[in-house]
């Protein structure tokens, strides 16, 4: 069974930065591909950046100037840099944690960001 806890949201001022991370247990990361996905208010569910179990990391195209997607297999914690904040970044975000090879997929309850200005 994996379980995880979000940290790191909050209130932040655009022109900010954010750190959002992700402690996953239950599963070591290198057997999970381990993802984020923002909701911003009224709008669908979309994914923001990704992360194989061989490390390889993927960050939208329309944030990869701004966002930083890394993990650390010491801790099991999967980390989102966000920099330059922006007020569109509003939302919540939700780790997502995938079995590698399978079909199952774990959710956090999610972390509230609010970007203001």
């Known amino acids: 069974q994996v379980q995880l806890v979000e940290s790191g949201g909050g209130m932040v001022q655009a022109g900010g930065s954010l750190k959002l991370s992700c402690l996953v247990s239950?599963?070591?990361?290198?057997?999970?591909?381990v993802g984020w996905e923002h909701q911003a208010p009224g709008k669908e569910r979309i994914q923001v950046a990704d992360?194989?179990?061989?490390?390889?990391?993927y960050v939208h195209h329309s944030n990869e100037d701004r966002f930083a997607f890394s993990r650390d297999i010491a801790s099991n914690t999967v980390s989102l840099q966000m920099n330059n904040v922006k007020p569109k970044d509003t939302g919540v975000y939700f780790c997502?944690?995938?079995?590698?090879?399978?079909?199952?997929?774990?959710w956090g309850q999610g972390i509230q960001v609010t970007v203001s200005g």
């Open positions: 997502n944690p995938r079995p590698a090879y399978t079909r199952l997929e774990y």
């Open positions: 239950g599963m070591k990361l290198e057997d999970l591909f």
């Open positions: 992360i194989s179990n061989a490390g390889d990391t």
